[in-house]
Nanobody
């Protein structure tokens, strides 16, 4: 199982970026997927989640209203659209999957310790 993230970069405060998480070795249509981020000197945190059939979308408060998670199961890809970016959003963004998220409509705790598969990450740098 592999995940590869795309779309990171340098953006000014207030700007936007669109991240992609492409999976191989697993059929994402059966699994929920989470987006996580790790800022410099901080622990990795879960920020958003989408269930296998897009029936559930979850965001932490700090990104709610600014970030949108979506998926295209035909492309085996999950997306994260980020707008109104703030310097505090600077981090490595990583997608992750826990096998317990198969066919589930429940919102998981997004504890990084529970993730079975990680992507390689993409750096988002919000700087003036």
């Amino acid at each position: 199982v592999q995940f590869v993230e795309f779309g990171g970069g340098v953006v000014k405060p207030g700007g936007s970026l669109n991240l992609s998480c492409a999976a191989s070795g697993i059929d994402l249509k059966y699994y929920g997927v989470g987006w996580f981020r790790q800022a410099p000197g901080k622990q990795r945190e879960g920020i958003s989640y989408i269930s296998h059939n897009d029936g559930v979308r979850y965001y932490i408060d700090s990104v709610k209203g600014r970030f949108t998670i979506s998926r295209d199961n035909a492309k085996n890809t999950v997306y994260l659209q980020m707008s109104r970016l703030e310097p505090e959003d600077t981090a490595v963004y990583v997608c992750g999957l826990c096998e317990d998220w198969e066919d589930s409509e429940e919102i998981p705790t997004l504890n990084p310790r529970g993730v079975d598969y990680w992507g390689t990450g993409t750096l988002v740098n919000v700087s003036a």
